[in-house]
Protein backbone atom coordinates (compact mmCIF):
# COMPACT_ATOMS: atom_id res chain seq x y z
CA UNK A 1 0.00 0.00 0.00
CA UNK A 2 1.15 3.29 -0.79
CA UNK A 3 2.02 5.71 1.82
CA UNK A 4 -0.45 8.98 2.20
CA UNK A 5 2.00 12.19 2.37
CA UNK A 6 1.89 13.29 5.96
CA UNK A 7 -0.10 16.43 6.55
CA UNK A 8 0.87 19.04 9.18
CA UNK A 9 -2.09 18.99 11.60
CA UNK A 10 -3.95 21.27 14.17
CA UNK A 11 -3.80 18.95 17.48
CA UNK A 12 -7.01 19.10 19.47
CA UNK A 13 -8.81 17.55 22.25
CA UNK A 14 -12.21 15.72 21.43
CA UNK A 15 -14.48 15.33 24.78
CA UNK A 16 -17.88 13.60 25.50
CA UNK A 17 -18.33 15.74 28.55
CA UNK A 18 -19.38 12.06 30.82
CA UNK A 19 -20.54 12.67 34.18
CA UNK A 20 -21.42 9.94 36.90
CA UNK A 21 -20.58 9.76 40.60
CA UNK A 22 -19.20 6.12 40.25
CA UNK A 23 -15.89 5.57 42.52
CA UNK A 24 -12.68 6.75 40.34
CA UNK A 25 -15.13 9.62 38.43
CA UNK A 26 -13.27 12.67 38.62
CA UNK A 27 -16.62 14.55 37.22
CA UNK A 28 -19.47 13.40 38.76
CA UNK A 29 -22.08 16.14 37.86
CA UNK A 30 -23.22 18.13 35.58
CA UNK A 31 -21.43 21.40 36.60
CA UNK A 32 -18.39 19.35 36.94
CA UNK A 33 -18.60 18.50 32.90
CA UNK A 34 -19.11 21.82 32.23
CA UNK A 35 -16.23 23.53 34.21
CA UNK A 36 -13.89 21.24 33.73
CA UNK A 37 -14.47 21.35 30.00
CA UNK A 38 -13.33 24.93 30.01
CA UNK A 39 -10.45 24.63 32.59
CA UNK A 40 -9.16 21.43 30.24
CA UNK A 41 -9.41 24.19 27.13
CA UNK A 42 -7.63 27.02 29.29
CA UNK A 43 -4.77 23.51 30.30
CA UNK A 44 -4.57 22.55 26.15
CA UNK A 45 -4.21 26.01 25.27
CA UNK A 46 -1.37 26.62 27.50
CA UNK A 47 0.05 23.55 26.72
CA UNK A 48 0.40 24.78 22.57
CA UNK A 49 -2.52 22.67 21.77
CA UNK A 50 -5.00 23.72 18.76
CA UNK A 51 -8.33 22.89 19.46
CA UNK A 52 -10.93 22.14 21.83
CA UNK A 53 -13.86 20.24 20.41
CA UNK A 54 -16.86 18.90 22.49
CA UNK A 55 -19.36 15.77 21.67
CA UNK A 56 -23.17 17.04 21.85
CA UNK A 57 -25.57 14.17 23.15
CA UNK A 58 -28.99 14.70 24.19
CA UNK A 59 -30.82 12.92 26.94
CA UNK A 60 -27.43 11.51 28.00
CA UNK A 61 -25.45 12.50 31.26
CA UNK A 62 -23.37 14.11 28.74
CA UNK A 63 -22.39 17.50 27.62
CA UNK A 64 -25.70 18.22 25.42
CA UNK A 65 -26.06 22.27 25.29
CA UNK A 66 -22.99 23.06 23.05
CA UNK A 67 -22.97 27.16 22.87
CA UNK A 68 -22.94 28.47 26.56
CA UNK A 69 -20.14 26.55 26.73
CA UNK A 70 -18.23 27.83 23.88
CA UNK A 71 -18.99 30.63 24.30
CA UNK A 72 -17.44 30.51 27.66
CA UNK A 73 -14.30 28.80 26.57
CA UNK A 74 -14.16 31.70 24.04
CA UNK A 75 -14.07 34.01 26.97
CA UNK A 76 -11.33 32.04 28.95
CA UNK A 77 -9.01 31.47 25.80
CA UNK A 78 -7.40 33.51 23.16
CA UNK A 79 -6.24 31.91 20.63
CA UNK A 80 -6.86 27.85 20.47
CA UNK A 81 -10.24 26.74 18.38
CA UNK A 82 -13.14 25.96 20.32
CA UNK A 83 -15.50 23.69 17.96
CA UNK A 84 -17.80 21.27 18.25
CA UNK A 85 -17.92 17.39 17.04
CA UNK A 86 -20.33 17.33 15.73
CA UNK A 87 -23.99 18.84 16.89
CA UNK A 88 -27.18 16.62 15.62
CA UNK A 89 -28.78 18.68 13.72
CA UNK A 90 -32.18 16.53 13.85
CA UNK A 91 -32.94 17.86 16.57
CA UNK A 92 -31.88 22.02 16.07
CA UNK A 93 -33.70 24.95 15.07
CA UNK A 94 -31.13 26.39 12.47
CA UNK A 95 -32.17 30.01 12.88
CA UNK A 96 -32.13 29.91 16.78
CA UNK A 97 -28.75 27.84 16.25
CA UNK A 98 -27.60 30.79 13.65
CA UNK A 99 -27.75 33.82 16.53
CA UNK A 100 -26.38 31.21 19.12
CA UNK A 101 -23.19 30.12 16.74
CA UNK A 102 -22.86 33.93 16.06
CA UNK A 103 -22.62 35.02 19.18
CA UNK A 104 -20.61 32.59 20.47
CA UNK A 105 -17.96 33.28 17.83
CA UNK A 106 -18.13 36.99 17.84
CA UNK A 107 -17.23 36.05 21.91
CA UNK A 108 -14.49 34.20 20.47
CA UNK A 109 -12.82 36.34 18.10
CA UNK A 110 -14.01 34.00 15.34
CA UNK A 111 -12.54 30.76 16.56
CA UNK A 112 -15.57 29.19 16.19
CA UNK A 113 -15.61 25.42 14.11
CA UNK A 114 -18.86 24.18 14.35
CA UNK A 115 -19.20 20.30 13.56
CA UNK A 116 -22.52 19.25 12.55
CA UNK A 117 -24.17 16.12 11.09
CA UNK A 118 -27.24 14.03 11.08
CA UNK A 119 -26.98 12.66 14.34
CA UNK A 120 -26.13 9.09 15.31
CA UNK A 121 -28.27 6.55 17.58
CA UNK A 122 -29.28 8.53 20.56
CA UNK A 123 -30.41 7.82 23.76
CA UNK A 124 -34.47 7.79 23.17
CA UNK A 125 -36.57 6.59 20.22
CA UNK A 126 -36.82 9.67 18.05
CA UNK A 127 -35.50 12.28 20.69
CA UNK A 128 -35.96 15.20 18.53
CA UNK A 129 -39.79 14.41 18.06
CA UNK A 130 -39.54 15.86 21.94
CA UNK A 131 -37.96 18.90 21.25
CA UNK A 132 -40.70 19.74 18.53
CA UNK A 133 -39.89 18.36 15.20
CA UNK A 134 -41.81 16.09 12.77
CA UNK A 135 -40.85 14.01 9.75
CA UNK A 136 -42.80 14.99 6.61
CA UNK A 137 -44.48 12.34 4.66
CA UNK A 138 -41.87 10.20 2.81
CA UNK A 139 -38.92 12.04 4.73
CA UNK A 140 -36.48 10.17 7.41
CA UNK A 141 -35.04 11.47 9.86
CA UNK A 142 -31.35 11.83 7.84
CA UNK A 143 -33.29 13.81 5.34
CA UNK A 144 -34.57 15.85 8.40
CA UNK A 145 -31.63 17.01 9.61
CA UNK A 146 -29.65 17.35 6.50
CA UNK A 147 -32.67 19.62 5.31
CA UNK A 148 -32.01 21.54 9.02
CA UNK A 149 -28.00 22.13 7.62
CA UNK A 150 -28.80 23.72 4.35
CA UNK A 151 -31.33 26.07 6.33
CA UNK A 152 -28.14 26.79 8.96
CA UNK A 153 -25.74 27.21 6.29
CA UNK A 154 -28.22 29.15 3.96
CA UNK A 155 -29.06 31.55 7.43
CA UNK A 156 -25.14 31.77 8.03
CA UNK A 157 -24.33 33.90 4.63
CA UNK A 158 -25.53 37.02 6.33
CA UNK A 159 -28.29 37.90 3.22
CA UNK A 160 -31.85 39.28 4.55
CA UNK A 161 -34.75 37.26 3.98
CA UNK A 162 -37.57 38.22 6.72
CA UNK A 163 -39.63 41.20 5.54
CA UNK A 164 -39.75 44.09 8.25
CA UNK A 165 -42.78 45.10 9.99
CA UNK A 166 -43.75 48.26 8.91
CA UNK A 167 -44.53 49.30 12.51
CA UNK A 168 -41.30 48.10 14.29
CA UNK A 169 -40.19 48.80 18.19
CA UNK A 170 -36.96 50.03 16.74
CA UNK A 171 -35.90 51.43 13.45
CA UNK A 172 -34.58 49.20 10.69
CA UNK A 173 -31.57 49.02 7.97
CA UNK A 174 -33.46 49.09 4.81
CA UNK A 175 -34.07 45.85 2.75
CA UNK A 176 -34.92 42.57 4.03
CA UNK A 177 -33.88 41.40 8.15
CA UNK A 178 -31.06 38.70 9.10
CA UNK A 179 -31.27 36.69 12.04
CA UNK A 180 -28.50 38.87 14.44
CA UNK A 181 -25.83 39.20 15.32
CA UNK A 182 -23.74 37.77 12.18
CA UNK A 183 -20.45 37.15 12.89
CA UNK A 184 -18.65 37.19 9.04
CA UNK A 185 -16.59 33.64 7.74
CA UNK A 186 -18.06 31.58 10.35
CA UNK A 187 -20.12 29.93 6.94
CA UNK A 188 -16.68 29.06 5.67
CA UNK A 189 -16.16 27.49 9.69
CA UNK A 190 -18.87 24.51 9.66
CA UNK A 191 -17.80 21.08 9.02
CA UNK A 192 -19.85 17.85 8.53
CA UNK A 193 -19.25 14.53 10.10
CA UNK A 194 -19.44 12.45 7.46
CA UNK A 195 -20.37 9.32 7.99
CA UNK A 196 -19.75 7.58 4.60
CA UNK A 197 -18.44 8.67 1.47
CA UNK A 198 -21.98 9.45 0.18
CA UNK A 199 -22.18 12.02 2.25
CA UNK A 200 -18.77 13.31 2.39
CA UNK A 201 -19.21 14.05 -1.40
CA UNK A 202 -22.30 15.80 -0.08
CA UNK A 203 -21.16 18.09 2.40
CA UNK A 204 -18.23 18.64 0.12
CA UNK A 205 -20.64 20.08 -2.82
CA UNK A 206 -22.03 22.41 -0.11
CA UNK A 207 -18.78 23.91 0.67
CA UNK A 208 -18.99 22.39 4.07
CA UNK A 209 -15.34 20.80 6.14
CA UNK A 210 -15.50 17.40 6.73
CA UNK A 211 -14.85 15.53 10.20
CA UNK A 212 -14.49 12.09 10.24
CA UNK A 213 -14.77 9.85 13.70
CA UNK A 214 -13.74 6.90 14.72
CA UNK A 215 -16.81 5.61 13.93
CA UNK A 216 -18.11 5.22 9.77
CA UNK A 217 -19.98 3.18 7.89
CA UNK A 218 -18.52 0.19 6.45
CA UNK A 219 -18.01 -0.09 3.02
CA UNK A 220 -15.42 -2.83 2.03
CA UNK A 221 -13.42 -4.86 3.69
CA UNK A 222 -10.65 -3.09 4.06
CA UNK A 223 -9.43 -1.62 7.53
CA UNK A 224 -10.97 1.13 8.91
CA UNK A 225 -8.06 3.99 8.32
CA UNK A 226 -8.07 2.47 4.67
CA UNK A 227 -11.47 2.65 4.43
CA UNK A 228 -11.59 6.70 6.26
CA UNK A 229 -8.48 7.74 3.76
CA UNK A 230 -10.94 6.55 0.67
CA UNK A 231 -13.78 8.64 2.53
CA UNK A 232 -11.22 11.52 2.80
CA UNK A 233 -10.31 11.16 -0.98
CA UNK A 234 -13.61 10.92 -2.05
CA UNK A 235 -14.45 14.17 0.10
CA UNK A 236 -11.65 16.55 -1.85
CA UNK A 237 -12.00 15.08 -5.17
CA UNK A 238 -16.48 16.20 -4.82
CA UNK A 239 -14.74 19.86 -3.36
CA UNK A 240 -12.26 20.36 -6.32
CA UNK A 241 -15.25 19.05 -8.65
CA UNK A 242 -17.35 22.01 -7.13
CA UNK A 243 -14.98 24.48 -7.91
CA UNK A 244 -14.91 26.28 -4.67
CA UNK A 245 -12.30 29.01 -4.15
CA UNK A 246 -10.74 28.11 -0.68
CA UNK A 247 -8.95 24.85 0.46
CA UNK A 248 -10.87 22.78 2.47
CA UNK A 249 -10.55 21.35 5.87
CA UNK A 250 -10.84 17.65 7.51
CA UNK A 251 -10.54 16.28 10.55
CA UNK A 252 -10.33 12.72 12.29
CA UNK A 253 -10.43 11.70 16.02
CA UNK A 254 -8.52 8.86 17.41
CA UNK A 255 -7.84 7.61 20.88
CA UNK A 256 -4.38 8.03 21.34
CA UNK A 257 -2.28 7.16 24.67
CA UNK A 258 1.17 7.04 25.18
CA UNK A 259 2.40 5.49 27.89
CA UNK A 260 5.02 7.18 29.64
CA UNK A 261 4.00 6.95 33.43
CA UNK A 262 2.73 4.52 35.83
CA UNK A 263 -0.74 6.42 35.65
CA UNK A 264 -0.48 6.03 31.61
CA UNK A 265 -0.34 1.92 32.45
CA UNK A 266 -2.74 1.24 35.10
CA UNK A 267 -5.36 2.85 32.76
CA UNK A 268 -4.30 1.93 29.29
CA UNK A 269 -1.45 -0.43 29.28
CA UNK A 270 -4.14 -3.37 29.31
CA UNK A 271 -6.57 -2.17 27.29
CA UNK A 272 -7.65 -4.70 24.58
CA UNK A 273 -8.72 -2.46 21.42
CA UNK A 274 -5.96 -2.48 19.38
CA UNK A 275 -8.20 -4.05 16.57
CA UNK A 276 -10.93 -2.29 14.36
CA UNK A 277 -14.23 -3.65 15.40
CA UNK A 278 -17.36 -4.11 13.26
CA UNK A 279 -21.10 -4.30 14.02
CA UNK A 280 -24.61 -2.98 13.92
CA UNK A 281 -25.57 0.81 15.22
CA UNK A 282 -29.12 0.23 13.99
CA UNK A 283 -31.25 -2.55 12.25
CA UNK A 284 -29.36 -1.16 8.49
CA UNK A 285 -25.90 0.26 9.36
CA UNK A 286 -23.15 -1.63 9.49
CA UNK A 287 -20.15 0.20 11.19
CA UNK A 288 -17.00 -0.11 12.07
CA UNK A 289 -15.14 1.62 14.66
CA UNK A 290 -11.37 2.21 14.77
CA UNK A 291 -8.64 0.42 17.06
CA UNK A 292 -7.77 2.67 20.25
CA UNK A 293 -4.35 3.69 20.11
CA UNK A 294 -2.14 2.51 23.36
CA UNK A 295 2.19 2.06 24.20
CA UNK A 296 4.77 3.43 24.99
CA UNK A 297 5.82 6.83 22.34
CA UNK A 298 8.43 5.03 20.16
CA UNK A 299 5.76 2.24 19.59
CA UNK A 300 3.26 4.41 18.65
CA UNK A 301 5.27 6.36 16.30
CA UNK A 302 5.84 3.24 14.40
CA UNK A 303 2.06 2.10 14.75
CA UNK A 304 0.41 5.86 13.63
CA UNK A 305 2.89 6.21 10.60
CA UNK A 306 0.54 3.09 8.94
CA UNK A 307 -3.02 5.17 9.87
CA UNK A 308 -3.21 6.32 6.01
CA UNK A 309 -5.84 8.66 7.48
CA UNK A 310 -4.50 10.22 9.92
CA UNK A 311 -1.74 11.39 7.59
CA UNK A 312 -4.07 12.71 4.94
CA UNK A 313 -6.16 14.93 6.99
CA UNK A 314 -5.14 18.03 8.46
CA UNK A 315 -6.46 18.42 12.01
CA UNK A 316 -6.27 15.61 14.52
CA UNK A 317 -8.75 15.66 17.47
CA UNK A 318 -7.77 13.37 20.32
CA UNK A 319 -10.74 11.31 22.26
CA UNK A 320 -10.28 12.29 25.97
CA UNK A 321 -11.15 10.27 29.03
CA UNK A 322 -12.37 13.79 30.43
CA UNK A 323 -13.83 11.50 33.72
CA UNK A 324 -10.67 11.31 35.01
CA UNK A 325 -10.32 14.84 35.61
CA UNK A 326 -8.31 18.14 34.22
CA UNK A 327 -4.50 17.85 34.96
CA UNK A 328 -5.14 14.00 33.64
CA UNK A 329 -6.22 14.92 30.29
CA UNK A 330 -3.90 17.98 29.99
CA UNK A 331 -0.94 15.01 30.73
CA UNK A 332 -2.72 13.16 27.71
CA UNK A 333 -2.46 16.08 25.14
CA UNK A 334 0.80 16.94 26.31
CA UNK A 335 2.49 13.88 26.06
CA UNK A 336 1.25 13.36 22.54
CA UNK A 337 2.35 16.87 21.47
CA UNK A 338 6.07 16.20 23.08
CA UNK A 339 6.61 12.34 22.42
CA UNK A 340 4.89 11.69 19.34
CA UNK A 341 3.48 14.37 17.07
CA UNK A 342 7.22 15.51 16.14
CA UNK A 343 8.41 12.68 15.20
CA UNK A 344 5.97 12.09 12.79
CA UNK A 345 5.98 15.30 10.65
CA UNK A 346 2.80 16.49 12.53
CA UNK A 347 4.18 19.51 13.94
Known amino acids: ?179 EPHSPGLRDRIWWGAGSQRTAAWAAELGMNMQSSTLISNESDKPFHAQQAEQIQVFRDAWRKAGHEREPRVSVSRSIFALVDDRDRAYFGRRNQDADQVGLIDAQTEAIFGRTYAAEPDVLIQQLREDTAVAAADTLLLTVPNQLGVDYNAHVIDSILAHVAPALGWR
Open 1 to 179: MARVPVRVKKIGFLSFGHWSSVPGSETRSAADALLQSIELAVAAEELGADGAYYRVHHFARQLGSPFPLLAAVGARTARIEIGTAVVDMRYENPLYMAEDAGAADLIAGGRLQLGISRGSPEQVIDGWRYFGYELQEGETDADMGRGHAEVLLEVLRGKGFAQPSPRPMFPNPPGLLRV
